[in-house]
């Protein structure tokens, strides 16, 4: 079993920052791509952000430039460093963690309960 774990959601101002971290742990053998996802109100869950194990990025277009996922492979831990940050940005954000993993080495992809994201004045 693979429990993810997400921290550093909170109320920010419109313009300003905050960084989310993930943390996989559990039966984890390897993990091949940690994404970042965010749902609002009344919203689809939308992808913002992925890397995979090499390093290579993939970021919705709304967030170029001002947010970057970044990972340490030794902690099963990935990061989300948003910057000018909006109103509308404001969301539960999900990760994602996919790889293998178990006695049998079977894929998995296991979510994180969340961590709300409050962009308001």
């Known amino acids: 079993q693979v429990h993810v774990v997400e921290s550093g959601g909170g109320l920010v101002q419109p313009g300003g920052s905050l960084r989310l971290s993930c943390a996989a742990s559990?039966?984890?053998?390897?993990?091949?791509?940690m994404g970042w996802y965010r749902q609002g109100p009344g919203q689809q869950r939308e992808l913002v952000a992925a890397?995979?194990?090499?390093?290579?990025?993939n970021y919705a277009d709304s967030v170029k430039g001002r947010f970057t996922i970044s990972r340490d492979n030794a902690k099963n831990t990935v990061y989300l460093q948003m910057n000018s940050l909006k109103p509308e940005e404001t969301a539960v954000y999900y990760c994602?963690?996919?790889?293998?993993?178990?006695?049998?080495?079977?894929?998995?992809?296991?979510w994180g309960q969340g961590t709300q994201v409050t962009v308001s004045s």
């Open positions: 994602k963690v996919e790889g293998r993993g178990g006695f049998l080495l079977h894929d998995f992809a296991s």
């Open positions: 559990g039966s984890i053998f390897s993990i091949s791509a």
């Open positions: 890397i995979t194990s090499g390093g290579s990025t």
